[in-house]
């Protein structure tokens, strides 16, 4: 059972984090700057993880820690009028980037972070992010995975091209990796993802590009009918649940989604073709899923190659996984029936 209680400017971090562990839902009053304060005061002060006894364990208390965190900085909540507005002082135009995440029908009360989540997705998909392997811009959407670090980009823009006919971009997200491929010449490219959110944002992408013609986006689960000559696949990379579309992007229960694509692959391939696996070793590392090597294998496939590259971003020193995460490499494995 929850309890709402009206808090304001003079809640201190510590109190907030005792009063959403004890179930309340603290409904902000006070001016939006301090909320904001308040919520990085309160992440501060959460942002420890203890260290486990092995890789998969630390990786699991991380991963509890994160929730735990999000369900407790979710408890700081803001009352909304119609259409998403809000009135505290110095509160920002909530109203479209809203009702671009959420859609128009809003409900009377929200999470700061959620709404927070929101202006800083509208950000990203105004400004774009720039891809140098397209010398152009993506705009991701919210829920969509953004092309942030390209490190796995610039594998798919150079790695040997098998001039394919015709080429499948499998989870698309914001339609990088299939612009990236229709750039490069394939003849057309069949884009697919699971996300409603990601096929749309795919879709506007290419046509900003001017790729509509030579490419198609749907949604789908895995690999559509058909076969092509060129199949590539950059899935979500660590075992384990998603809560949002977002972390879908990143985590896959069981790995179902790599294990899918490998098994299914050889009904997709034409004769010659090649399927391009994007797939970084950090899970293998934490010790949470088999070699990519022996996954390959178990499917029935040979690897005709593997081209790696090392992260490039600067990990943080809060982060228990961080020298997991500074070591891992991720791998563009050239793959053949
Ligand atoms: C790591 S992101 C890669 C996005 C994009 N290809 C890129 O490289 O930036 C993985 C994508 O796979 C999608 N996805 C997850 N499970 C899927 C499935 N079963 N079928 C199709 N797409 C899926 C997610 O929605 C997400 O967009």
């Given at each position: 059972m929850e309890y709402l209680i009206e808090v304001g400017d003079e809640l201190a971090a510590k109190d907030a984090i005792k009063l959403a562990r004890g179930n309340r839902i603290l409904l902000w009053r006070g001016d939006f700057r301090n909320a904001l304060q308040l919520l990085a005061a309160m992440k501060r002060r959460l942002r420890r993880v203890p260290r486990g006894t092995s890789p998969a364990d630390t990786f699991r208390r991380y991963r509890q820690a994160t929730t735990e965190r999000s369900r407790i900085l979710s408890r700081v909540q803001v009352e909304l009028g119609p259409g998403y507005t809000l009135t505290l002082p110095h509160a920002p135009d909530i109203t479209r980037a809203c009702r671009l995440a959420f859609g128009d029908a809003s409900d009377n009360r929200m999470p700061l972070t959620e709404i927070l989540g929101a202006l800083g997705a509208d950000r990203w998909r105004t400004r774009g992010v720039h891809v140098p392997a397209?010398?152009?811009?993506?705009?991701?959407?919210?829920?969509?995975?953004?092309?942030?670090?390209?490190?796995?980009?610039?594998?798919?823009?150079?790695?040997?091209?098998?001039?394919?006919?015709?080429?499948?971009?499998?989870?698309?997200?914001?339609?990088?990796?299939?612009?990236?491929?229709?750039?490069?010449?394939?003849g057309h490219v069949e884009a697919v993802d699971i996300e409603p959110r990601a096929v749309e944002c795919a879709r506007e992408n290419l046509a900003r590009l001017g790729l509509s013609a030579r490419t198609t986006v749907?949604?789908?689960?895995?690999?559509?009918?058909?076969?092509?000559?060129?199949?590539?696949?950059?899935?979500?990379?660590?075992?384990?649940?998603?809560?949002?579309?977002?972390?879908?992007?990143?985590?896959?229960?069981?790995?179902?989604?790599?294990?899918?694509?490998?098994?299914?692959?050889?009904?997709?391939?034409?004769?010659?073709?090649?399927?391009?696996?994007?797939?970084?070793?950090?899970?293998?590392?934490?010790?949470?899923?088999?070699?990519?090597?022996?996954?390959?294998?178990?499917?029935?496939?040979?690897?005709?190659?593997?081209?790696?590259?090392?992260?490039?971003?600067?990990?943080?020193?809060?982060?228990?996984?961080a020298e997991y995460r500074a070591a891992a490499i991720t791998s563009l494995w050239r793959i053949r029936v």
């Open positions: 397209l010398q152009a811009r993506i705009h991701p959407h919210y829920g969509v995975f953004a092309p942030t670090r390209q490190e796995y980009v610039d594998l798919v823009a150079e790695a040997p091209w098998p001039r394919p006919r015709t080429a499948l971009d499998i989870g698309t997200g914001t339609g990088v990796l299939a612009a990236v491929l229709a750039k490069r010449g394939a749907s949604r789908h689960d895995l690999l559509p009918a058909g076969k092509a000559d060129l199949v590539v696949c950059n899935p979500p990379w660590l075992p384990g649940p998603a809560a949002t579309p977002l972390d879908a992007a990143i985590y896959d229960p069981g790995s179902r989604m790599l294990r899918g694509f490998l098994r299914n692959l050889p009904r997709h391939l034409s004769g010659h073709g090649e399927a391009w696996l994007v797939l970084s070793d950090l899970a293998v590392r934490l010790g949470l899923r088999a070699g990519t090597e022996a996954l390959i294998a178990a499917a029935g496939l040979r690897v005709l190659d593997r081209l790696d590259i090392r992260p490039r971003h600067k990990v943080s020193r809060d982060d228990p996984l």
